[in-house]
Structures are given as C-alpha cells and as structure tokens.
Nanobody, 116 residues
C-alpha cells in the first residue's frame, strides 16, 4: 500500500523556520513531480510548491521567496524548507503527486502552527 508520511511540523513563532520531510512508502516516486499541499481550517487544500524529477520548482505566490522545496532522490525524500513563517501559514501540510494529487496517497499530514 502506497502512503506518504510527512513529518517536521510543530509550533513556531512568526518569523521562525521549519523543515518538513515526506517519505513515500510502497513505491518509488523519484521519476514523478512531487508536491507539498496545505489545508487551513475552513479552507480547501491548496498546492504550496512542487518539484519535478529534474528539479524544476514552482511555488504558490503566497510562499514565493520564503519556502523552498527540494528532493533527495537517493533517499526518496521530499523536503519543504519554510522560512519567515506567518500566522496565515498555519495549516496541516501534506505531500502527494505534484501535478494531480492521487486521493489514495494522502497521508496524515503534519501540523504547522505559527503563533506568538
């Protein structure tokens, strides 16, 4: 069974940083575009950033210049470095395929809370 397992979330003050990790299990996703998504309370899940197998990246306007997506194919892991965090970044963060997410692959996500 394929699942993405996210980790690295937590409580951080505004202006702080966190690094999220995503490790897929059950399949090799190194040739696929991968993405980080987030869902805030009362809002729809949205794409935050994605990265192709050739390391081309794309970001939502709300996180450009603050977040960096990367991947380590040797470890089959995708990362999201988040800097200058704002309260509006508070959400559950998920990883999945980066073009069209597969609903079968949603994991539990990792909670990011930005608050003073």
């Amino acid at each position: 069974q394929v699942q993405f397992v996210e980790s690295g979330g937590g409580l951080v003050r505004p202006g702080g940083s966190l690094t999220l990790s995503c490790v897929p299990s059950g399949r090799d996703f190194r040739i696929y575009t991968m993405g980080w998504y987030r869902q805030a309370p009362g809002k729809q899940r949205e794409l935050v950033a994605n990265i192709t197998s050739s390391l081309i990246t794309n970001y939502a306007d709300s996180v450009k210049g603050r977040f960096t997506i990367s991947r380590d194919n040797a470890k089959n892991t995708v990362y999201l470095q988040m800097n200058s965090l704002k309260p509006e970044d508070t959400a559950v963060y998920y990883c999945n395929l980066g073009v069209v997410p597969d609903p079968r692959y949603w994991g539990p996500g990792t909670q990011v809370t930005v608050s003073s």
